[in-house]
């Protein structure tokens, strides 16, 4: 069984720090793109970073220049690095993979969530 733990969210002042982990775990082949999602009281989740399986990254426009995804294939974990905190990221955030756990065989796994909140 493949799942996907995250780690990191918290309370943080606005301006500052957190940063996110999602690790996988379980019979993984291999893992595609992993995307960070946020979702606040009473609006859509919303697509927030990506990282490929090659490295490249995407971002929304609110939040380039602030946050960093990063993947450690090693370790089968991402990173979410948010720096510059706004009121406006408090959110529950979610990793999303699409794993392979063969050559032929795949799932969409998501996290648990993790809670962040920045105070003004």
């Known amino acids: 069984q493949v799942q996907l733990v995250e780690s990191g969210g918290g309370l943080v002042q606005a301006g500052g720090s957190l940063k996110l982990s999602c690790a996988a775990s379980?019979?993984?082949?291999?893992?595609?793109?992993v995307d960070w999602y946020r979702q606040a009281p009473g609006k859509q989740r919303e697509l927030v970073a990506q990282?490929?399986?090659?490295?490249?990254?995407n971002y929304v426009d609110s939040v380039k220049g602030r946050f960093t995804i990063s993947r450690d294939n090693a370790k089968n974990t991402v990173h979410l690095q948010m720096n510059s905190l706004k009121p406006e990221d408090t959110a529950v955030y979610y990793c999303?993979?699409?794993?392979?756990?063969?050559?032929?065989?795949?799932?969409?796994?998501w996290g648990q969530g993790t809670q962040v909140t920045v105070s003004s």
């Open positions: 999303y993979a699409r794993i392979w756990i063969t050559i032929a065989a795949r799932g969409d796994y």
């Open positions: 379980g019979s993984i082949f291999s893992i595609d793109a």
């Open positions: 990282i490929t399986s090659g490295g490249r990254t």
